[in-house]
């Protein structure tokens, strides 16, 4: 997509206090983040929240296309954003998230009421995070299908997010993925911060997801400024 602001570099680096939370999603390609937004967009509905989506592909809209379709009745598909990076998911969401929030702009132009506006990086390693001016948090999503292993390769994604979640449990047992040491490995790597087991198919999760996305904007406004 184009932006039609034409800020400097500068100005987009320095995000509005406007009252929206921004919250970024992050994982590799395959772990459940399309599917972990579009479960998650109907209970952040039912918590009183306003929310709108903004993808990232690197050459393609399917993402946002896919959440339009999914959330069809639940999401107006002009709340559904896609940006096309160009280049590595790393760039726009991190080192210069300039596109998305020119991107996020032109949405909350449109949409002053929305309160809530969820990022979802472009499928990466473990080593993509968002930059603060870009979000107030990001969650960093692995699956069983890619192994036990994965929390013990750390990387700052699994380390750095302020909510690790583990989805797609339902097939743990099927792609010998042991759920109990990979839980146990992704609190002992993050040294006891929270981890979430989740099921984005039968919303397993997605309650304490909402819950803790709310308290943790609550625990901003009431930080000292």
Do not use: W
């Amino acid at each position: 997509m184009q932006a039609r602001h034409h800020h400097s570099h500068d100005e987009l680096l320095r995000r509005p206090k406007d009252g929206v939370l921004r919250v970024g999603i992050a994982g590799p390609v395959g772990s459940g983040k399309t599917a972990l937004i579009e479960a998650l967009v109907p209970v952040l509905f039912e918590r009183g929240r306003t929310p709108a989506v903004i993808t990232n592909d690197i050459f393609t809209s399917e993402d946002a296309a896919h959440v339009r379709r999914t959330l069809d009745g639940i999401l107006d598909a002009d709340r559904i954003v896609g940006v096309e990076t160009g280049a590595c998911p790393h760039t726009a969401v991190r080192d210069d998230p300039t596109m998305n929030q020119a991107a996020a702009d032109e949405l909350l132009e449109r949409h002053p009421d929305v309160d809530t506006l969820l990022f979802e990086s472009g499928g990466d390693n473990l080593t993509l995070t968002f930059s603060p001016a870009l979000v107030d948090l990001f969650l960093f999503v692995l699956d069983t299908a890619e192994g036990d292993k994965m929390p013990r390769k750390r990387g700052p994604g699994i380390t750095e997010c302020e909510l690790l979640v583990i989805n797609k449990v339902d097939i743990a047992q099927y792609v010998r993925c042991n759920l109990e040491t990979m839980e146990s490995d992704a609190l002992k790597v993050r040294e006891g911060r929270p981890v979430v087991l989740t099921n984005s198919l039968t919303g397993d999760g997605l309650d304490t997801i909402a819950d803790f996305i709310l308290a943790h904007e609550a625990a901003q406004e009431a930080a000292p400024a």
